[in-house]
């Protein structure tokens, strides 16, 4: 197994681009997830998905939408970048459709908006 | 929602003694408790995770310890090496829902 695929890596973008994060993992988890990462804030939740058609806020939801229109794969989609959103990005999936059995995480995704 | 804080910020130790990170965390119906270790620029990896029905979980030199009447848990690392260097984070689910992180704490192990 792959586990959590993330793509890309690196990205640079200009403020008022948009772009679509991928994430896929091919354990059948039901439950996946996308935080941001910045320096002294921990991991801080934007989106999550208990299931195929199924998605809600975190606590960091504006300027990011996302779908989960397959149980592999879950996108995160930046509308207008703002420098603001500079940071890195983990796609996250457990095993079950709830927050009670340890994170998968992906490889991240460093994102510098300009 | 749930909050969770994190202490200290930072730790350095020496090589071979014992380092602790403490948890708090604000939510009662919070039900799973994980710790996650990163290093640089890598990704989060589980080290070890406890459930509110238990006081105490080990996996060689790692331990954790939950108190639930004081809403707080902490991780316990015995006999470090550099290898433990890292940033560690420790979490809380909110209502089954998602997790919530600690801003984490860099352990620096000294040769």
């Known amino acids: 197994n792959a586990g959590v695929t993330q793509t890309p890596k690196f990205q640079v973008l200009k403020t008022g681009q948009s772009m679509t994060l991928q994430c896929a993992q091919d354990?059948?988890?039901?439950?996946m997830s996308w935080y941001r990462q910045d320096p002294g804030m921990g991991l801080r939740l934007i989106h999550y998905?208990?299931?195929?058609?199924?998605?809600d806020q975190g606590e960091v939801p504006n300027g990011y939408n996302v779908s989960r229109s397959t149980t592999e794969d879950f996108p995160l989609r930046l509308l207008s970048a703002a420098p603001s959103q500079t940071s890195v990005y983990f796609c996250?999936?457990?095993?079950?459709?709830?927050?009670?059995?340890?994170?998968?995480f992906g490889n991240g995704t460093r994102l510098t908006v300009t | 929602g749930e909050n969770v804080e994190q202490h200290p910020s930072t730790l350095s130790v020496q090589e071979g003694d014992s380092a602790v990170i403490k948890c708090t965390y604000s939510?009662?119906?919070?039900?799973?408790f994980p710790w996650y270790k990163q290093e640089l620029g890598k990704r989060p990896q589980l080290i070890i995770d406890?459930?509110?029905?238990?006081g105490e979980k080990k996996d060689q030199r790692i331990a954790v310890t939950l108190n639930k009447t004081a809403k707080h848990f902490s991780l316990h690392i015995t006999e470090t090496q550099p290898e433990d260097s890292a940033v560690y984070f420790c979490?809380?689910?909110?209502?089954?829902?998602?997790?919530?992180f600690g801003p984490g704490t860099r352990l620096s192990v000294l040769p």
């Open positions: 996250a999936s457990n095993g079950n459709n709830k927050a009670n059995s340890p994170l998968h």
């Open positions: 354990m059948n988890h039901e439950y």
């Open positions: 998905s208990v299931g195929a058609g199924i998605t």
């Open positions: 939510d009662s119906a919070s039900n799973y």
């Open positions: 406890i459930r509110s029905n238990v």
């Open positions: 979490a809380a689910n909110n209502y089954g829902q998602n997790f919530v």
